[in-house]
């Protein structure tokens, strides 16, 4: 069964850093989504990407954040200027449609030090 | 937007028991998936159910959509079930897809 996959698994880095977190959608998907998961907390959406453009942020989503769909596969979560409360597990998504099934990624744990 | 609210919030049963997690929502649907998220971190996705009833080996989920609630059974529980089970869902108006988490059950099953 196709699965999206994310990389890194785990990220650590220092405060103030930029880092990039990548995820390859399934290739048939056309809709992609980043979801973030604080410790011991609920899962809370970012950010939905379709057709090469942002179609959806939250809140959470502020300046620090960007996304990019570098070439036909990639999909990648950028974050400028790390700061402590950046902690979190991120994941990707993706689905066929809007309604139909999201498929989730096993998650980057990024810890800001 | 739409509100999601999972019960119980604990559950600690004996390996071999039943079990039925419920999430009730405050607005129609049209997309609900269960997902189990093991003690790595990853979510698993359980079931795709926006309406009606499915089963998967030990576990099932039934969704009355009129009434706006979502049940997940487990049955004949195993220690390998144990994780933090969360519904999730888009409602038809508003946004573009994304879903929203309630905030879980937190499940353990002692040997």
């Known amino acids: 069964e196709p699965e999206v996959t994310q990389t890194p698994s785990h990220q650590v880095t220092q405060m103030g850093q930029e880092v990039i977190l990548r995820c390859v959608p399934i290739?048939?998907?056309?809709?992609f989504y980043w979801y973030r998961q604080i410790l011991g907390q609920k899962v809370e959406f970012l950010v939905s990407?379709?057709?090469?453009?942002?179609?959806?942020k939250s809140e959470i989503f502020d300046d620090q954040f960007s996304v990019e769909r570098p070439d036909g596969s990639n999909f990648t979560l950028k974050i400028r200027s790390t700061k402590l409360e950046d902690s979190a597990m991120y994941f990707c998504?993706?689905?066929?449609?809007?309604?139909?099934?999201?498929?989730f990624g096993d998650g980057t744990r990024l810890s800001i030090l | 937007g739409i509100q999601v609210e999972q019960s119980p919030p604990d559950l600690i049963l004996q390996e071999g028991a039943n079990s039925t997690l419920r999430c009730n929502f405050s607005?129609?649907?049209?997309?609900l998936q269960w997902f189990h998220q093991n003690p790595w971190g990853q979510l698993i996705n359980l079931f795709y159910?926006?309406?009606g009833t499915k089963q998967n080996g030990r576990l099932s989920a039934t969704t009355v959509a009129t009434e706006r609630y979502s049940l997940l059974y487990i049955s004949s529980s195993q220690t390998t079930d144990s994780g933090v089970y969360f519904c999730?869902?888009?409602?038809?108006?508003?946004?573009?897809?994304?879903?929203?988490f309630g905030k879980g059950t937190k499940l353990s099953v002692k040997p």
């Open positions: 998504a993706s689905s066929t449609e809007h309604g139909q099934p999201q498929h």
């Open positions: 290739s048939n998907h056309l809709y």
């Open positions: 990407f379709y057709n090469n453009e942002i179609s959806e």
């Open positions: 607005d129609s649907v049209n997309n």
């Open positions: 159910i926006p309406s």
């Open positions: 999730a869902m888009k409602g038809y108006g508003g946004s573009q897809g994304n879903l929203i």
